[in-house]
T-cell receptor, first 111, second 114 residues
Framework: DQQVKQNSPSLSVQEGRISILNCDYT??????FLWYKKYPAEGPTFLIS?????DKNEDGRFTVFLNKSAKHLSLHIVPSQPGDSAVYFC??????????FGRGTQLTVWP | NAGVTQTPKFRILKIGQSMTLQCTQD?????MYWYRQDPGMGLKLIYY???????DKGEVPNGYNVSRSTTEDFPLRLELAAPSQTSVYFC?????????????FGQGTRLTVV
């Protein structure tokens, strides 16, 4: 029973354009959400997070949007760069529990 | 600053063998976690610990054991290796749980059971 779903296993974007990675969740008790990035042969690294009381959080080229009513969040990368090519994991949790991860989306940014 | 260190990086086990995956962190984090990642799948929590002497099961604990005798170390034990345990294992740690509490991951251990 997947509580966090990333339905697109891969995304291919041209350099300079916007990358939009999507994530859906089922548990309305989740109150914070995170995105992690993972390069091959490395562990995931934290990218950006958002609290359930916000609908947007920005950090440089990365913006996360949260739509609580739709139980949906997205990560926007603008402009996309070749170094952004990696697997992106969406994760969700509540302050009382543990983190649940999605299956990941492989982003490829081509020149 | 080493962060989270896992050993070994790679291991091949025969069915029925046992082994311990080592994990140590030097950030004085209270929380430590073990995840496994199967091909095309997300990270699934095996066990976690909220402090020395305290451990709890995650989503997929069967076939594994853990201990947390110190803040720094959180080893994962496989007693009777099975092919279903072929996976990449990640150890992680965090200061706390909740927002703005990022988890730091090790580089992973790729385990193959034959």
């Amino acid at each position: 029973d997947q509580q966090v779903k990333q339905n697109s296993p891969s995304l291919s974007v041209q350099e300079g354009r916007i990358s939009i990675l999507n994530c859906d969740y089922t548990n309305s008790m989740f109150d914070y959400f995170l995105w992690y990035k993972k390069y091959p042969a490395e562990g995931p690294t934290f990218l950006i997070s958002i609290s359930s009381i916000k609908d947007k959080n920005e950090d440089g080229r990365f913006t996360v949007f949260l739509n609580k009513s739709a139980k949906h969040l997205s990560l926007h990368i603008v402009p996309s760069q070749p170094g952004d090519s990696a697997v992106y994991f969406c994760a969700a949790g509540s302050t009382l529990g543990r983190l649940y991860f999605g299956r990941g989306t492989q982003l490829t940014v081509w020149p | 600053n080493a962060g989270v260190t896992q050993t070994p990086k790679f291991r091949i086990l025969k069915i029925g063998q046992s082994m311990t995956l080592q994990c140590t962190q030097d950030m004085n984090h209270n929380y430590m976690y073990w995840y496994r990642q199967d091909p095309g799948m997300g990270l699934k929590l095996i066990y976690y610990s909220v402090g020395a002497g305290i451990t709890d099961k995650g989503e997929v604990p069967n076939g594994y054991n853990v201990s947390r005798s110190t803040t720094e170390d959180f080893p994962l034990r496989l007693e009777l290796a099975a092919p279903s345990q072929t996976s990449v294992y990640f150890c992680a740690s965090s200061y706390n749980q909740g927002l703005n509490t990022e988890a730091f991951f090790g580089q992973g251990t790729r385990l193959t059971v034959v």
